[in-house]
């Protein structure tokens, strides 16, 4: 079974602190992607990443970057966390036209 | 660009009835499509997917879903529905792989 890790469940931030999501795929997956999660809003696509080092914009890229070293590796990062980046963030895997999913981190800024 | 409508927000049906979740997509060039479920505090499962043939595709815990081009829908039926289908349901649509858009999803509720 392909799995993707989050390293963290529940998190919990100061306003203006710099905070790492980290996500590792096992299944040696082209493409990663990193989605936030609000209510009535669905899944809203921050970043993704076809290869190592390489990444694309997603539709709400601000206040967000990414690090891709490896190639299992994909982490999201937010430069100076703001009470609106409030949410829940899920980190996907695809190889091919499937998407994988983790757990999902929910991150609250205090 | 490609789009997912999920027009309904929240299905409430009563144990054992049938449930329809209904999802239309836009987009100029052929998808993909796809079903994805989320239990509460959990990432999204796999529920079922059409990447080409026959349009009637089965999926896991009994889900089925209806590929019509015409429509352009992928409509998501169950016969008969468990408390245990109490969850989050996304509809998907990917044109090569590596982009998915997501609806907004439809939130199932089971009455006992």
């Known amino acids: 079974d392909v799995k993707v890790t989050q390293s963290s469940r529940y998190l919990v931030k100061r306003t203006g602190e710099k905070v790492f999501l980290e996500c590792v795929q096992d299944m040696d997956h082209e493409n990663m992607f990193w989605y936030r999660q609000d209510p009535g809003l669905g899944l809203r696509l921050i970043y993704f990443?076809?290869?190592?080092?390489?990444?694309e914009k997603g539709d709400i890229p601000e206040g967000y970057s990414v690090s891709r070293e490896k190639k299992e590796r994909f982490s999201l990062i937010l430069e100076s966390a703001s009470t609106n980046q409030t949410s829940m963030y899920l980190c996907a895997s695809s190889l091919g036209y499937v998407a994988f999913f983790g757990q999902g981190t929910r991150l609250t800024v205090v | 660009a490609q789009s997912v409508t999920q027009l309904d927000s929240q299905v409430p049906v009563f144990e054992e009835a049938p449930v329809e979740l209904r999802c239309n997509y836009s987009?100029?060039?052929?998808?993909?499509l796809f079903w994805y479920v989320q239990y509460p505090n959990q990432g999204l499962q796999l529920l079922l997917k059409y990447l080409s043939g026959s349009t009637l595709v089965k999926g896991i815990n009994g889900f089925e879903a209806e590929f019509n081009k015409s429509q352009t829908s992928f409509h998501l039926r169950k016969p008969s529905v468990h408390i245990s289908d109490t969850a989050e349901y996304f509809c998907?649509?990917?044109?090569?792989?590596?982009?998915?858009?997501f609806g907004t999803g439809t939130s199932l509720t089971v009455i006992p």
């Open positions: 998907a649509v990917s044109a090569l792989g590596n982009q998915f858009y």
């Open positions: 987009s100029s060039v052929s998808v993909y």
């Open positions: 990443s076809y290869d190592v080092k390489m990444k």
